[in-house]
């Protein structure tokens, strides 16, 4: 697979979320150039993205508006979809059969893992039968929907690859340079990079977080997890706080970790890994921070208790802090310089399809009305000013 198509293929959503088979005369979000975008398709695929908030960050579902904001990019990610497909389309690109059943093959590997994270390639075409049944699609139709985002992923290949400028070791070196600045509080280099380029020092600044973090100390642990919400009631909570206990006394006697994890541990989405986890240094919660790097590797932690419930952790693995070096790190900043060109360019081109096309959005969002409040408070207020000023 080349550069190209491995970044292109997350954006085209070769995936089993949006539906192929919802009529005409269902309600539509919105139209392009006439063609509707039908809700049925929008729930699917608000609700997928949702789901994953839930699994992932449930954290960021309680920001004000949050839930608004999601569907509003998922909206757009579907007009953006719209567009390309139908572009794909005048421009007549074809997709031979040998190219389809390639990519049906490549998306029937990633159903290879069973439901206990277990590899099983040979149950893979029976778990992607199964979740086409989920989606209410037939073969026929998702290979259809499969090979309209091949024809967008080859009119994206042709349309961009001419326009992104590759990605010379000098660009690498000069980002590394502000990365390294930040690292090391070079005050003098960061106020110049600042004063001249903000975007970048911003930029600078996020990926030497992400590269401390990824480089700080670590510890892969074995997670038991018991939920408490904030509105549970105070017997069912010590419940919780006793079967924590008892877990804790299983594991003691000689229970295996890995059969408790899946006999009582609450995150499902943890169960394909065998609950195991990576913890980095300074991220976790302060409790489970200070149980899981202060016990050896093999060792079981006692019930720890935190604002979002009980947690029981087995330390598998440690690894030291590592030191960031440009040797160590140059091949994935060029991969990240790379894609950031790919994706700018593609904003661009979807950007002039939007510009030329006949978009209607029928969506009504919360957040909009909100967002036209505050720009009429802060247009009152400017005025306000305004006119004080005068009158002096």
Not at 17 to 35: L, P
Not at 78 to 90: N, R
Not at 333 to 349: G, S
């Amino acid at each position: 697979m080349n550069k190209m198509t491995k970044f292109i293929l997350p954006v085209i959503g070769l995936c089993l979320a949006i539906t192929a088979q919802a009529k005409v005369m269902e309600s539509s979000v919105a139209t392009v150039n006439g063609q509707p975008i039908l809700a049925t398709d929008y729930d699917q695929m608000y609700d997928a993205v949702i789901e994953q908030y839930q699994a992932t960050a449930p954290q960021a579902l309680q920001q004000p508006f949050a839930k608004d904001l999601i569907g509003k990019q998922v909206l757009k990610e579907l007009i953006s979809k719209q567009l390309l497909s139908q572009a794909a389309k005048e421009a007549k690109v074809q997709v031979k059969d040998s190219e389809l059943e390639e990519a049906l093959n490549q998306i029937k590997t990633r159903f290879a893992i069973d439901a206990n994270g277990q590899p099983d390639p040979k149950g893979a075409d029976k778990r992607f039968t199964e979740e086409l049944k989920k989606q209410h699609l037939t073969l026929a139709a998702y290979k259809e929907k499969l090979k309209k985002d091949l024809a967008v992923k080859k009119l994206l290949e042709t349309q961009i690859q001419s326009t992104v400028k590759p990605v010379e070791e000098a660009d690498v070196k000069a980002l590394y340079a502000d990365i390294e600045a930040v690292m090391k509080n070079d005050t003098k280099a960061l106020k110049k990079l600042e004063k001249e380029n903000p975007a970048r020092f911003r930029e600078a600044q996020l990926i030497a977080t992400k590269l401390t973090q990824l480089t700080a100390e670590q510890v892969r642990v074995g997670h038991i997890y018991l939920a408490v919400t904030k509105d549970m009631p105070a017997a069912e909570v010590k419940k919780k706080e006793e079967l924590a206990k008892q877990i804790k006394k299983e594991l003691d006697g000689g229970a295996d970790f890995s059969a408790e994890v899946k006999k009582y541990t609450e995150d499902k989405t943890a169960l394909a890994s065998g609950g195991d986890m990576i913890l980095i240094k300074g991220i976790a919660p302060k409790e489970i921070d200070a149980a899981a790097f202060s016990l050896p590797v093999g060792k079981v932690s006692a019930p720890i208790k935190t604002e979002l419930g009980w947690h029981i952790l087995k330390i598998k693995e440690k690894r030291a802090k590592q030191e960031i070096t440009y040797e160590i790190i140059a091949q994935d900043l060029a991969q990240y310089l790379a894609q950031q060109r790919i994706e700018l360019a593609m904003m661009d081109y979807v950007n002039g399809l939007a510009d030329k096309a006949d978009i209607k959005v029928t969506k009504k969002f919360d957040v909009d009305a909100e967002i036209e409040k505050a720009a009429a408070l802060r247009a009152a207020e400017e005025a306000k000013k305004e006119a004080e000023k005068a009158a002096k």
